[in-house]
């Protein structure tokens, strides 16, 4: 089966843009959530979505805002990008929202200009 | 989320036991113990969980203190590939999966 899949893989950007980044979940998991690295720490939360409602929201400004759709795919929008947003996004799926695992995807590298 | 410590770096002989610990002395009792690793350039993968009993699967073991305020994850016998971050999370299990990484201990494997 296949794994969590993310796209773009790499993406480069200029400040003020906005961006879209796309997770695809394992078929069958209905619970998606994804989370920011910068370069040299763990990853960060920023949203979780189960049954296309947020279940919950990291410490990240309103510029970031995501939603899941009813074939249980999610994407990410960053607006007006700041050079800090420079950062791996990671998507992560889980069958529901109390599973104990949850599987990663590779990411998307975005680079902010 | 209770916080854990790790040690930043370790390194481990190819084929040995590598032990890893982590404190988490402000957990709580309905929390779990998970360990997450990531190897370079790929996304955290799940390694184990634990609530109050040792655990062990195919990948690792898992061994929490009697007060459950620390615990350590033992790879039992190390490879190359296992060089990677690793990470020990204390999370509830009430339907929130938010995962509160620190920054993990990086382990080397030396050949």
């Known amino acids: 089966d296949a794994g969590v899949t993310q796209s773009p893989t790499h993406l480069i950007k200029t400040r003020g843009q906005q961006v879209t980044l796309r997770c695809s979940p394992i078929?069958?998991?209905?619970?998606v959530s994804w989370y920011q690295q910068v370069l040299g720490q763990g990853p960060q939360f920023i949203f979780q979505?189960?049954?296309?409602?947020?279940?919950g929201r990291g410490n990240f400004p309103d510029r970031f805002s995501a939603r899941q759709f009813p074939n249980y795919s999610s994407e990410l929008n960053v607006n007006a990008l700041l050079l800090g947003d420079s950062a791996l996004y990671l998507c992560?799926?889980?069958?529901?929202?109390?599973?104990?695992?949850?599987?990663f995807g590779p990411g998307t590298r975005l680079t902010v200009t | 989320d209770a916080k854990t410590t790790q040690p930043p770096s370790m390194d481990c002989a190819e084929g040995r036991a590598a032990n890893l610990p982590c404190n988490h002395s402000?957990?709580?009792?309905?929390?779990?113990v998970y360990w997450y690793r990531q190897i370079h350039s790929q996304g955290p993968q799940y390694i184990i969980h634990?609530?109050?009993n040792n655990e062990t699967n195919e990948m690792a073991s898992l061994i929490i203190t009697e007060d459950r305020k620390s615990s350590t994850l033992i790879l039992p016998h190390a490879t190359l590939r296992d060089t990677a971050v690793y990470y020990c999370?204390?999370?509830?299990?009430?339907?929130?999966?938010?995962?509160?990484f620190g920054t993990g201990t990086r382990l080397t494997i030396i050949p």
């Open positions: 992560a799926s889980s069958f529901d929202s109390g599973s104990y695992e949850q599987y």
């Open positions: 078929s069958g998991h209905k619970s």
């Open positions: 979505y189960y049954e296309k409602e947020e279940r």
């Open positions: 402000t957990i709580s009792g309905n929390e779990y």
């Open positions: 634990g609530l109050k």
């Open positions: 999370i204390v999370r509830g299990n009430f339907g929130n999966e938010k995962l509160t």
